[in-house]
């Protein structure tokens, strides 16, 4: 039995609090505990359906909730309440989901545990393929956010092979083992699930807690760790049935507690490292490269490094290599080099406003190695020098982008603008002249985002981000389309050769 430690404390056992009411107003608690309870939840945590806090219901907006509380959602279990109430309770049940309850809600071990199901335990499943492809490491998986899907595709024939129902509201990417076989999800309220690609089939699932911005997977596919908002933890996870191997509350050397802003891979070195939101420091958990396969790993194997920061840090971007980390300073003070080695900063990057370190892609330029990163909040790609950090140039683009993809194999870095009024173009750069050979508008009015190539660079993969979306497959060097497939609004596509090999044209 792996030793959960690290308790956080007794269950509070939240109820739901009841906000006054007029007199002849709707009753929004007394609507949600009649017709809502059932599936998510009698505190609003989630149940079948996902948790109706305002922190987990960032990506939805008013307009949208009311729609969905009398329409219901497509393709899942969430019905149409047209029939059942009227617009004022609707309405009213719309407003309440987004107020915060009056008391801040828990989740420690017991929690985690009494949530843990298996499915199929870990090797009680074929290690044969049901499907037939010619490259199991050009599979892509495509995360369907208008309805809440994740499709299965063959990169090279471009068919769909599998189309499943995944948590509400994924989020921070899904995360492959080094073998490519299984697949990790992450869902926004805290659910992480495990998913066989070889036989289609969830395999296990566990909620690591309330609030949750990402999840990651260690390069020997052995652990698996929970990024929380809420509570203030990072949470340790055996990769084989989720089953819980520590809960490790986020404190400061003050005593002060912070969210995690994201957890992440550092493959060479055997370790996590956490961006805090609210303690300036950067943690790195590492563990023992000597740890026997079949082991049961335990909690002082794991060892956890500090290194102080002056500034809170929201956004990291690593070398090929793992040594240095970059981080983004809080409030647009510009960017940290930190040498994980040594455990200090080494260096500051003249980076103004809301880099997005985290789409940040390297590729050679001239010998050196440089990195190039989109900016959230201007029309801007900057590129550096990874020799001594120095500013190569800025690259003045149509708009504020969020993400960035290359292939070690492709001329092109691609762009996206995706906030503003340009959101329904794409810039191709030539990473060698450093120039915008190409902006293509894929669907006028419509979002264009998030590129992915396959595993060999030739193809690639952009998505038109609309309910009503689709996929299309261009070629990677002439730009022509080749293919589009129908999609409810498709974001992220990740292939597992880029993912697993940490391709330096794709974001880790």
């Not at 929690?111 to 949530?115: K, R």
């Not at 309805?147 to 090279?156: E, T």
């Not at 926004?188 to 066989?196: E, F, I, L, P």
């Not at 590729?363 to 500013?391: C, N, T």
């Given at each position: ?60 907006k008013?307009?949208e ?45 017991a ?5 843990h ?15 037939e ?9 495509v995360v369907?956010?208008g ?10 024939t471009?068919?769909r ?23 990790f ?31 990651a ?5 052995r ?41 992440y ?11 805090l939101?609210d ?20 909690v ?20 090929m ?9 809080r ?5 940290l ?25 390297t ?29 190569v ?5 149509d ?29 191709v ?54 293919d ?24 880790h």
């Open positions: 039995m792996i030793r959960p430690a690290l308790l956080l404390g007794g269950l509070l056992g939240l109820l739901v609090p009841a906000l006054p009411a007029l007199a002849d107003a709707p009753d929004p608690n007394m609507i949600y505990n009649r017709h809502c309870a059932i599936c998510h939840g009698v505190s609003r945590l989630g149940g079948t359906g996902p948790a109706l806090l305002p922190d987990n219901l960032s990506r939805l008013h307009d909730a009311v729609s969905v509380i009398r329409d219901g959602r497509p393709a899942t279990q969430m019905p149409a309440y047209r029939e059942l109430l009227d617009e004022a309770e609707v309405e009213a049940l719309a407003q309440w989901i987004f107020t915060p309850p009056e008391h801040e809600p828990t989740w420690d071990d929690d985690i545990l009494a949530s199901e298996v499915a199929h335990p870990h090797g009680s499943l074929p290690d044969t393929p049901v499907f492809v010619e490259d199991l490491q050009n599979l892509f998986l369907e956010i309805d809440h899907h994740v499709s299965l595709l063959d990169g090279d471009f068919e092979i599998s189309r499943f129902p995944s948590r509400y509201a994924l989020h921070g990417g899904p995360k492959y083992t080094p073998d490519g076989r299984y697949v999800f992450g869902s926004r309220d805290g659910w992480v699930t495990k998913y066989d690609i070889y036989n289609l089939e969830v395999t296990a699932e566990v909620r690591a807690g309330i609030n949750m911005r990402n999840i997977v260690s390069a020997d596919g652990y698996v760790m929970a990024a929380n908002y809420l509570p203030h933890t990072l949470v340790l996870f055996d990769a084989r049935d989720l089953e819980l191997i520590a809960t490790i509350p986020v404190e400061g050397l003050n005593g002060d507690t912070s969210r995690v802003s994201a957890v891979a550092a493959p060479p070195r055997n370790s996590f490292v956490a961006a939101k303690i300036p420091e950067v943690w790195e958990i590492r563990w023992p490269e000597d740890l026997a396969e079949g082991d049961e790993p335990l002082g194997d794991f060892a956890l490094h500090r290194m102080e920061a002056p500034d809170y840090l929201d956004d990291f971007f690593f070398d290599e793992y040594r240095y980390l970059v981080g983004a300073a409030g647009g003070g510009g960017g080099v930190f040498d994980m080695d040594e455990e200090r900063k080494v260096a500051d990057l003249p980076l103004e406003g809301m880099p997005h370190l985290g789409a940040g892609i590729w050679e330029l001239d010998g050196r190695r440089v990195m190039a990163i989109p900016h959230i909040d201007k029309g801007q790609v900057s590129v550096f020098d990874m020799s001594d950090w120095s500013l140039t800025h690259i003045e683009t708009g504020p982008g969020f993400f960035m993809r290359s292939h070690e194999n492709s001329p092109y870095a691609w762009v996206d603008v995706f906030f503003g009024p340009h959101h329904d173009r794409i810039h750069i030539d990473k060698q002249t450093l120039e915008i050979v190409e902006t293509l508008i894929p669907e006028p009015g419509k979002t264009a985002a998030h590129v992915e190539f396959d595993r060999r660079g030739e193809t690639l993969l952009l998505s038109i981000w609309d309910d009503d979306g689709y996929l299309l497959k261009l070629d990677a060097n002439t730009l022509e389309e080749l589009r497939m129908p999609m409810r609004k498709p974001s992220g596509k990740y292939n597992v050769w880029n993912k697993t090999r940490y391709e330096e044209g794709t974001s």
